[in-house]
């Protein structure tokens, strides 16, 4: 070989390791630019969630796994038995992807392991909510500024505690807590809502005030964690109006529906009202049928399969659906044996069958004494029974379990516009 | 020798013997003959499949009529799957057969789905149900490519689209009700069959779309009345679908029936023609009602014919109709001219007592309701309404403060109505011993008085709940189901802790303020007055009134 010819190639590696260079430093700055999850609007103004480049569709459950014989306020985080673990395999093994949590406890270090146990040892990522003071007493006061100023505080605490694990999703703020400013249920005001003699404006003053009260935390979340997004909890898509003004900084909503078989119109109407992206973040059905008074595990399945089918139509890129659907979180994960009279303990040892709440758009059992068909203690994908050796409930999937888990593996949406093959 | 009554007797004997051997040979025949027709039906299916197989693969103009038979034998047993196996084979050869066969397909795992779910087969729902779901929509789009819009099997095809996917509530519900309305149009417009247009309506009805299904009825009788059809048969189809309870149609079709004879009649016999259909159409116990299109026909009659077209029984039957429809403003229009105008009538003290209810319950107007109330206690002759128009004085006045006056007329009504009504007497008693004791008014009245009254719930309109009673015309002693409907807006599953508290006539039931419904009956004829304040965590959030005639 030549001097030349040494020359030439001499010359032509460093442009190649110039080059390699270059594309490294491209790929780093890429990387670094782009938020580990974020929210994707496509041309065709459908909205997709993105989890480290790649399109995340949230096959999510929520998570409050209270053993028999405890209510609400059972610390499970400090469970050495430690039921994520349990639950977490039996969840990947149906193919959840992700857990919902509504409100975490103080103590960060028990919430990492948790979201840490899940996320390393089976992928499910972790959607983390705060009440935002919903259910403190007395009633939540929105308006209030030293309430907000402390509920503010609780959350970026906890925000900036957890926006580095790898295991979390994104953030949810409140849940239903508009029907607050309806004025049905933890009912508040302000003495500016109160100079308002209409009742109309004065609903419309109160979610104003709401709204606007999360988006100034969702901004602030923005600032400290750019990598998750911030969800707006809401119950139905009620209030939804004054979003479009009050709360323009979150990312997406999070929808608490229950409607039955599928979800109605409620992807169309929520792209009219307030175009974001939506997140079904509480949906499901129970599995006591009230009316026959006996366990009606395909009830269950029924429901959800026939939900999951819509919320795949409204996916991005599904032909004709809104294209605005993240995915959803099905209520719940496990039976909750306290939840019929918390305030009764003997009671939460009992599989309560006696129903608190009616809807009838479950209509097999609608013919219940006084249209309660609803049973609080009976959401579980799967179920609970005592162990006899003293150690974690014994869970038992329940046939929606296997009826999802099909599902997802082949999501039939009856839109295929081809001929059939044979008659 | 035998003698002849023994003879007599053998004879008979055997007569027995005989008969009851003919019986035991027609059992056997008859025995025999059922296994033979039973064997037969047993076959009967795969040689009656046969033959519809040969009709249908023969292409004649029987087709479609032996395709519904062939589905009729296997729908009969649920046999869906052997249907559609039968169908995916059926004569490859033959092609024009092909989008039939498909829509069949369709239609039967649509039924095979319904059915599944409706018998909770849930092994095969889940298992077999995307399969099914595959086949309905893959077949009726097949059937739809080789079809155009003025083939009847496209449209029942399209129907069968919108159903499936309005019956899953999914997001093609709306897109596919949209194709089958403009398919519809296009096949009505192309001179389709007509009889095919009111069935696809008929169906929109079951679905809750009665709008769509209008603009189809319409459609269907424009068609109708555009042809040679004659008035007095136009009406008897009319009549027709108004027997079988088809009343949107029903209505469409009279709309027409009476822009033709509008013309055409004199103007009493115009009006008399009105006064049948609005008659049909206004509320009644039993038959198929509709008082807003009674409305609109007792409208047209007095158009026609101005004030003078009103008979006492018509003018009342207008009144009643509007009460009873809840259109309290206008009903109360037509009773002030029904007093002015017959003010001698037998109905003239129910009248006048719904006056007064309306006025002081509905439109807020205590001093003019009053006035009706003062009218009736002015009579000599007692009716139940006079009594209770006293009972409204008297309760009015205690709601007011003014308890000598409120005593006054109680005891006035006590002297009035003697023993006849016990149970209206302990009511009046109460009154008189919390007037008496210095206690307020029960609680439920007053709030109810309150709520009607009082400026302060002026915005109470009527509009979050709404009362209904099974029966508005029930004879003494006859069950009546009240029960509310609420409309708060959605709270989700956190449920609002509702209190309903009832006053007024509620007969021999006292419901508790958590019942939101109750079965009554009543002793005594008048009409019943039911109040109700509707109390969420917030407070008074509504009230509402129902009225019940007892006869």
Redesign the interface.
Known sequence: MNNSNKSVIDTGRKAAVFAACILFLFFIFGCAKQPKVFIKKLKNKNYQLIVNGRPFVVKGVCYNPIPIGKNHEYDWWSDSRKPWLVDGKLMKEMGINAIRLYQVPEDIGKVKTVIRDLYEKYGIRTIIGDWLGFWEYPCPLYGDVKFRERIEKQVLDMVNSLKDEPGVLLWILGN?NN?SC??????WSSEEIDKEPD?QKQKGLRIKTYYSFVNEIAQKIHKIDPNHPVALGN??L?GLEYAKEAAKDVDLVAC?I?RG?????L??SLKATFDKPILLSEFGADCYDAFLKKEDQ?MQ??FL??QW??IY??LAG?K???GNCLGGIMFEWTDEWWKHDDSNPDSWNVHDTIS??SNGSYYYDIRAEGNKN?N?EWFGIVSLSKNPDDGLDIRSPR?AYY?IR?FWK?P?L???????K?? | MIKSNDLECQISNNETFVLIFVILILSFICNLSFDICHSYAEESKPNAAETLTKCICEGKTSQPVCLDELKDLYFKDNKYTDFVGL??G?C?ENKTV?PA??YY?AFARYSQLKYL?DV?N?DE??AK??EY???????A??AL?ATTSKDPLNIYSRLLLYQ?HAD?????S??SLTELMSAVTGFAQSNGDMEVVRKIADKLIIYNESGKAKELYKIYALKLAGSDIKDAELRNITDKFYKDANLELAETIYDIYIERISKSLSKEKLISELTEVAKRFAYSNNAAADPLYAEKIFKKIEEAGGKESWSEELMYLRGFNLEKAKVFAQAKDVYTEFLKTFPKSSHADEVAYKSGVIFIYVLRDLKSGREYFEQLARKEALSPHVLAGLYQLGLLKQWEGELPAAKEYYNLLLEKMGNSDPDALAVIQERLSEINQGKPLEYNLKLGLDAALKEEFA?LNMSKVSLESSRHLPEKGEEVAIHSVTS?????????ELQYLWSGDLGITKPAITQSEFKTSYKTPGTKLINMVLV???GITDRNIDLIDVH
Request: net charge negative; proline share 5%.
């Open positions: 239903e029907y309806i004025g049905t249920v933890n009912p009742p119950g139905e009620a608490i229950y078989k599928t979800f109605g119109n992807f169309m395909n399945a029924f399969e026939s089918r819509q139509e409204n599904q004709r659906g809104a608190n709440w609803m609080e046939r009826a099909e082949n039939n009856n839109n295929k516009k081809k001929k059939a044979s008659k | 169908l995916k059926i490859p092909e066969v498909n397909i779910e909770k849930w729902y889940f149900g995307n779901r595959d086949d309905i929509v893959n077949c789009q097949a490519g499936f899953q509530q999914d997001t093609f709306e897109a915005n708060l807006g959605p709270t989700g599953c956190l449920q609002v969420a965590p917030e």
